[in-house]
């Protein structure tokens, strides 16, 4: 498919993803449909019909973990409203759903329910990790570590490789939920009653995610390679409280790291 087929396409789902939330179409909808008059009509209302169970079943895939924390019934709820207040604008429903979290934290209805915008935090970087590309293995540039300077080198992690930090322990709620253990949840009556807070560090184990708490150094390094700062500046964010050599062993492992780039010289 050339260019302009390609985005003649994306308006066309474009078009026919916004007549699915409006009670009525829009008049230029029928360019742009292989269908025209009674047919775009019928199939229009059957698309709204189950326009509810899209939702539900697209968030669903993308928050596993606050399904379960709300249950079924409220979670169908919450997705036909986040479907009507913030509908998709492509056709990938996989990309459906990133304002849950800020949604959940603005409802009076959760407030009951602090963490639960953290934990859909946590859920939405799972999903996208999971969707991101795979990396060249080993990192491009991975010899550079050797040949200059940390001041003129700049780390670059993964697609999709996020820190979440909140005042909940939102990463050992996560782990509980895909516990088979007799007493799952015993981690977290832990984790509150000592009112941990956590960073909830998520990374890619081949095709599946991998949620942990993360300590502070390694918090602090990850968010300073990910703002964009060279080595040397990451180093000194950490100091002595991060062995780098332990840290890029990691990486390496788990498959963290991207690629090594040098700075370009201003």
Do not use: C, K
Request: net charge negative; glycine share 6%.
């Amino acid at each position: 498919m050339n260019n302009a087929a390609q985005q003649r396409e994306a308006l066309r789902q474009q078009q026919l993803l916004r007549s699915l939330w409006r009670r009525s179409s829009e008049p230029s909808l029928a360019l742009w449909l292989r269908e025209s008059g009674e047919r775009v009509a019928q199939g229009l209302a059957a698309y709204r019909g189950n326009a509810a169970a899209i939702a539900e079943r697209a968030l669903a895939a993308a928050y596993p973990t606050v399904q379960q924390l709300v249950g079924g019934e409220s979670f169908a709820q919450l997705a036909h409203a986040v479907w009507h207040r913030f509908p998709p604008h492509r056709g990938d429903l996989a990309q459906f759903g990133a304002a849950l979290p800020e949604w959940i934290e603005l409802d009076p209805q959760l407030a009951s329910e602090p963490y639960l915008a953290d934990v859909a935090r946590v859920d939405w970087a799972v999903h996208t990790i999971e969707q991101a590309s795979d990396i060249e293995q080993p990192p491009a540039g991975l010899a550079l570590l050797g040949q200059i300077e940390p001041a003129h080198l700049r780390l670059r992690l993964r697609p999709g490789l996020a820190l979440v930090a909140s005042r909940w322990p939102v990463a050992t709620i996560w782990q509980a939920h895909r516990s088979a253990g007799a007493d799952r949840f015993a981690d977290v009556r832990a984790a509150f009653a000592a009112q941990t807070q956590e960073v909830a560090l998520i990374t890619r184990h081949g095709l599946r995610a991998h949620v942990e708490p993360a300590d502070a150094p390694t918090a602090a390094f990850v968010t300073a390679l990910q703002r964009g700062d060279d080595l040397a500046h990451a180093l000194e964010e950490v100091g002595d409280a991060l062995a780098f050599d332990q840290w890029l062993q990691r990486a390496l492992t788990n498959q963290w790291l991207q690629a090594v780039e040098p700075v370009p010289v201003s």
